[in-house]
């Protein structure tokens, strides 16, 4: 079964990554011993990092949102408000994306107000028209599908608090018809959405064709494995360093009880059983510290590979220039399919919102599709070398062109389309003044 709350607390740093549950107890350790190094383990949230890095960058530009028609003026309060507490477009489908990444997929539903007004201005008014909320797959408990893996029915349930001491089981139920609504067992609510289709857009990570299960594994568990390794490793070099950093004086003594010097204790032993005896320190090896350490270091490189962002971990001198680009080019294509998920899930959640209003707005989302990470300094390094090639003019243009994309991305349209005005400009005129000026023709008396 997919395990979706281990993943979430290597997320979050919570549940055994917060309380310890997650370190393993030690073959010989007591206890005793075993309780204070949970309550002292610290984590380090690697994964945190790495799942925000394959989700930010999709939405670092605002995505291009196109529509018009019948009905527009509720697709603008819609992207302002999609869930009725306030949250804007962006940020839903920025969540949304985040949890389809961490857990394999989620579940977008799409739900309506029992009783709307027919009048537009005061459903705006009032917010009252179609919302959507996530539903994770940790809390579906029952789907179907048709012979073309189209989701057709989905239950999920969830324990909601309502009082000090009062929790209740709330079930909802979605299929084509109707949307049912229980409360231990018993049925409180009935809609018929009239949509012939099922209200509830589904999100996966990866795309995936034909017939699959709704529940996928998530494509981030065997990281999340790896965090808890690093987790305990970390653990495990805190007790050698808390245990075994500070030398301990050795001295000879008649007295074989412990001697106490206030911050720590002496280790006594028989001053006629070594010749010359004195007093002196000894440390512990520091070998099994080396160990663990590299251990660490080791499966926090390996956690960034993994997931195709070990050119984060890595100098310009461990890799090659060819490596580290096929490293950005397989990332970059990781963040484009995701982008593209994303831009499905939006699109199907505008047209189950649309057709609960009976709307029609020709909806068209664009995401980012390039993610290509760019050495600004190498680019321009390569740009002044193809200058000094002395080029034909339009291909001094088209360096520009690729300078300023590097350089400055977010140029607005209008002064990146003056700027290749003016340098063409001064393209012409620099062929113009190159060229021989021609003596006047010679006069018939000449």
């Not at 740093?13 to 011993?33: M, P, S």
């Not at 002496?266 to 006629?272: F, H, I, R």
């Not at 350490?293 to 461990?318: D, I, K, P, T």
């Amino acid at each position: 079964m997919p395990n979706y709350r281990f993943v979430k607390d290597a997320y979050y740093g919570e549940g055994g990554f917060a309380g310890g549950g997650y370190l393993v107890k030690f073959d010989r350790e007591t206890e005793n011993n075993y309780h204070k190094r949970q309550k002292m383990a610290y984590y380090i949230n690697y994964f945190k990092d790495i799942v925000d890095s394959l989700v930010n960058p999709v939405f670092k530009k605002k995505p291009s949102r196109n529509y018009d028609g019948r009905g527009k003026e509720y697709i603008d309060t819609f992207l302002d408000n999609v869930d009725n507490a306030g949250t804007a477009i962006n940020n839903f489908m920025k969540n949304a994306a985040l949890k389809a990444k961490l857990l394999g997929a989620v579940f977008i539903c799409v739900d309506n107000f029992p009783n709307i007004p027919s009048d537009m201005g005061t459903a705006i008014e009032n917010r009252l028209f179609p919302y959507a909320y996530i539903v994770e797959p940790e809390f579906v408990t029952d789907y179907s599908v048709d012979n073309f893996g189209r989701l057709t029915s989905l239950t999920y349930q969830e324990n909601v608090q309502i009082g000090e001491n009062t929790t209740i089981t709330r079930c909802v139920i979605f299929n084509d018809k109707t949307i049912t609504t229980t409360i231990n067992g018993q049925v409180v609510s009935q809609t018929e959405h009239g949509l012939s289709r099922i209200p509830v857009v589904y999100f996966p990570a990866v795309s995936s064709s034909g017939r699959q299960t709704m529940k996928p594994a998530p494509p981030l568990e065997s990281s999340a494995g790896v965090a808890r390794a690093i987790y305990n490793f970390q653990s495990f070099s805190e007790e050698i360093l808390r245990k075994q950093t500070f030398s301990i004086l050795t001295m000879p003594s008649t007295d074989r009880q412990s001697i106490d010097l206030g911050v720590s204790n002496a280790l006594a032993y028989d001053p006629s059983a070594t010749g010359g005896a004195k007093p002196e320190f000894i440390a512990p090896p520091s070998a099994p510290a080396d160990v663990l350490m590299n251990e660490r270091r080791f499966l926090v490189n390996e956690l960034y590979r993994m997931n195709g962002l070990s050119f984060v971990m890595e100098s310009s001198a461990q890799a090659s220039g060819v490596s580290r680009q096929w490293e950005f080019e397989r990332t970059n294509q990781t963040l484009a399919s995701f982008a593209d998920q994303c831009r499905q899930s939006e699109t199907a959640l505008m047209k189950i919102f649309q057709a609960w209003l009976h709307i029609d707005c020709d909806y068209n989302v664009q995401y980012a599709d390039d993610f290509g990470i760019v050495d600004v300094a190498s680019e321009m390094a390569e740009a002044q070398a193809l200058s000094d090639l002395n080029l034909a003019p339009g291909l001094r243009i088209e360096i520009l062109k690729r300078l300023l994309s590097v350089y400055l991305p977010d140029l607005a349209p209008d002064r990146y389309d003056e700027i290749i005005h003016e340098a063409e400009e001064a393209e012409r005129d620099a062929v113009i003044s190159a060229q021989p000026v021609e003596p006047p023709p010679a006069s018939a008396g000449d």
